[in-house]
DNA sequence: CTGCTTGCAAAGTGTTTGCAGGCCC
DNA sequence: GGGCCTGCAAACACTTTGCAAGCAG
């Protein structure tokens, strides 16, 4: 495991500390599970991946656990369709964490990021208009990507 | 009931019908209602509705209707934290019923409506830069409204 | 020790599916 | 009449909850 991880993790362990929160091996697998990927996870596979180290952490715990962290801020959570939910740890400066925003395939389903920079002029303008404060990392903007345009352009 | 609305609501059976699909009370009735309100109804809150008119009608039939009208083009629907998905008739000339793309309070859950004109130049620069033809009508954008900022303003 | 967290089981919500019969066209 | 739609019931996926025991601080 590289360094940048067991810094990454600690300091989420910090934090819960901070916030009064306790640090159980629930919580801590939880955490290295999401750090160990760049990938957006649902909470089934979280439970599947968890299990691999503690292997009596029960469902209910751990969809506890990412109730608790995504309050305190330590994760992120976007509600995809069709899929429940999916987490990641809340960018920070780690290698590929860069905060970003979604989108979504209506044909296909994939999950795509982009940078957050693209929805800055956005945000700046509902802020203007509605007063309504746009949160980048949890949108979920959906349309058709690139691949299934071309494939729907061969089809007719 | 408006003349505008039956006539909106023959264009609907008229499109079913050019599209080879069959004219039941269950559709007729679901598009009746979506037909009669400008609000996003859940699916169960559309089974509680189209009760009233067909009181058989079974929640299964009427989810697989308002599956067949979705990808018909008929209804548009938009996934939403917490509740699901939620439908309306797609956005015609009809009066309020504008196309419009949606924001979610991720405190108190409201939806509200905003112009697709405000997602435009975030479509552009998508479809340019990654191929992705984004479906403004679907996007469902969350952040913290003007109230609820309000209200965590006093609270500290 | 105090009480936040967990494990367990069961219920809850929202949606889908297989099948036989019915109705639209 | 042919076959798309419907009603029914059960299954499904995802998540939440009440409770007693357990462990962190």
Redesign the pocket.
């Known amino acids: 495991m590289a360094p940048d991880s067991v810094r990454e993790q600690e300091l989420a362990v910090a934090l819960l500390?901070r916030r009064?929160?306790?640090?159980?091996?629930?919580?801590r697998a939880v955490i290295e599970v999401l750090d160990q990927t760049t990938e957006h996870l649902?909470?089934?596979e979280i439970v599947l991946r968890v299990a691999r180290t503690?292997p009596?952490?029960?469902?209910?715990?751990?969809?506890?656990?990412l109730?608790?962290l995504s309050e305190i801020g330590i994760l992120t959570h976007t509600h995809v369709a069709g899929?429940?939910?999916v987490y990641h740890l809340t960018a920070t400066d780690r290698p590929g964490g860069e905060a970003h925003a979604h989108l979504q395939c209506t044909r296909c389903g994939r999950l795509l990021d982009i940078p957050v920079d693209a929805l800055r002029g956005l945000a700046r303008q509902l802020d203007r208009d509605l007063g309504f404060e746009l949160e980048p990392e949890h949108a979920a903007l959906m349309g058709v990507c690139a691949d299934c345009r071309a494939a729907s352009d061969r089809t007719g």
Chains 1, 2 share one sequence.
């Open positions: 500390r009064g929160q306790r640090v159980t091996p629930v919580r649902a909470a089934e503690v009596g952490a029960h469902r209910a715990s751990i969809y506890r656990t109730s608790s899929a429940g939910a």
